[in-house]
């Protein structure tokens, strides 16, 4: 959009469809490789985080900026996009997804089964579910929503960074963990990752607020992790 003055809903649209072509990768090395799910998003991780500093010369792409190869950006970054980076239209985006995700998951059969495969793919299979249908569809949902955390982060920033994202990887799995404690199901679901990342957020303005040095603060959010973590495994060991 910045390069080469695309319009703003080409540019969404090719971001969100890359980026559900780079899960099929994902999910092919998963389901059809058998590699572990974790190795295999890591994997493609290092790889397209090289791949994209390589692509944008090693910097970040915002309006104004040249080209790696000297030539002048074209574009702008367009005031709907600005709007969709703000409060409160990024809130109900979320609010919007939450009840989506929190919809599909409890009150539909697509949603039981994605909970049924994700609980235990062998049991899951002697019931007749098809698990790999059914994780390759959990893993294009992961995928689209992925893209537009991207584009909402691309937003709010205003420019595009390589590691524009790399501080929420911790506050993500922390909000996962305590919403699966705290809304009481032993599961991961939305309405408690919701209350997770209300905690988590409250957590990291607070230890702003009191001038934690911003060094210790990945310290304190790993504490918060592992007795997310605890309490989480705890509980569903005790059921």
């Given at each position: ?5 695309t319009?703003?809903?080409l540019a ?7 980026t559900?072509a780079i ?8 389901v059809?490789?058998?590699i572990?799910?974790?190795l295999?998003t890591?994997?493609?991780m ?6 994209s500093l ?12 040249p ?6 950006s074209?574009?702008v970054?367009p005031q ?5 980076g ?10 919007v997804?939450?009840?989506?995700v929190?919809?599909f ?7 039981r089964y994605i909970?049924?495969?994700g609980?235990?793919?062998t ?9 790999r249908?059914y994780?390759i569809i959990?893993g ?9 955390s ?7 920033n205003?420019?595009?960074q390589?590691?524009?994202a790399a501080?929420?990887?911790m506050?993500a799995?922390s ?6 404690s705290?809304?009481g199901?032993g599961?991961p679901?939305?309405?408690?990752t919701?209350?997770?990342a ?13 001038s934690v040095?911003y ?7 790993g ?11 705890y509980?569903?060991?005790?059921e």
């Open positions: 959009m910045i390069w080469y003055g319009n703003v809903w969404i649209l090719i971001a969100i469809g890359g559900l899960t099929m990768i994902t999910m092919f090395l998963i059809k490789c058998k572990p799910d974790l295999a890591c994997a493609m290092f790889f397209l985080d090289g791949l390589t692509y944008s010369g090693g910097g970040a792409i915002s309006a104004g900026m080209r790696p190869n000297g030539a002048p074209i574009g970054v709907i996009l600005k709007t969709m703000t409060s409160p239209t990024i809130i109900i985006i979320m609010l997804i939450v009840v989506f929190h919809v998951l409890n009150y539909t059969k697509h949603g909970y049924a495969v609980g235990n793919k049991a899951a299979r002697l019931s007749g579910i098809p698990v249908k994780r959990a294009l949902m992961a995928g689209g929503f992925i893209a537009l991207g584009i909402l982060v691309a937003a709010r205003q420019s595009a390589i590691a524009g501080a929420f990887s506050p799995l909000a996962v963990f305590i919403g699966r705290v809304a199901q599961k679901n939305a309405v408690g919701l209350i997770g209300t905690l988590v957020g409250v957590l990291d303005n607070g230890l702003v607020m009191m040095p060094y210790a603060l990945n310290a304190i959010k504490v918060v992790l592992a007795i997310a973590l605890a309490s989480a495994y509980t569903t060991k005790e």
